[in-house]
């Protein structure tokens, strides 16, 4: 189905940001108004995506840390970021955290619920989508999680395309 991303990653921020404040953590979202942000995806399974990655971004955070959300299109796609600037994660660890029930040494002691499954599901359902999660990481500077989902072109847009084509 076709969906506004803008819009799930706006619910996702509004259902996230009780938790975020507890913690002091500020969640930023970055995307460019009146712009086209129409996917189509299973929107319930990309909300899942968003949820356990904005999550993650205030959970690993630290207190008066910052969550940034942004978006990018390009020609036929649509890319999320989700950059936090909290612990990091180890480069020994970075190419494990997608395994389930995997959790960082750190993390697995902190009172901090968690299963480990979160972003095993992310994987899951990108691939799912002929997408997948990239992550890069800084230890003691933060985490940067991308991911695309293809750009649907809106009529209006086609329309004027159609019409400034020259004849
Ligand atoms: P669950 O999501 O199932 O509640 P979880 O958050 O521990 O539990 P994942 O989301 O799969 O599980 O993440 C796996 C591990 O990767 C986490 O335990 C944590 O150690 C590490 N991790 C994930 N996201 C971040 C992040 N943004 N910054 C630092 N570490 C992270
Ligand atoms: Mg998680």
Not at 17 to 33: C, L, P, Q, T, Y
Not at 79 to 92: A, L, N, R, S, T
Not at 106 to 127: F, Q
């Amino acid at each position: 189905t076709q969906f506004d991303l803008k819009d799930l990653i706006i619910e996702v921020i509004d259902q996230l940001e009780h938790k975020a404040s507890k913690r002091d953590v500020e969640i930023i979202f970055d995307f460019e108004e009146g712009k086209n942000y129409i996917t189509s995806a299973d929107r319930q399974k990309i909300y899942r995506v968003c949820q356990n990655l904005i999550f993650n971004a205030v959970k690993y955070n630290n207190n008066k840390g910052q969550v940034k959300v942004s978006l990018k299109t390009g020609k036929n796609n649509i890319q999320v970021d989700i950059k936090d600037d909290g612990q990091g994660i180890p480069p020994e660890d970075l190419k494990r955290i997608f395994e389930r029930f995997y959790r960082v040494e750190k993390s697995r002691n902190k009172k901090e619920g968690g299963t480990g499954l979160g972003l095993a599901i992310v994987k899951h359902i990108l691939e799912g989508h002929k997408s997948k999660i990239s992550v890069s990481s800084t230890v003691g500077k933060g985490s940067i999680f991308s991911f695309s989902l293809p750009l649907v072109k809106n009529e209006s847009q086609d329309q004027k395309a159609k019409v400034s084509q020259p004849v």
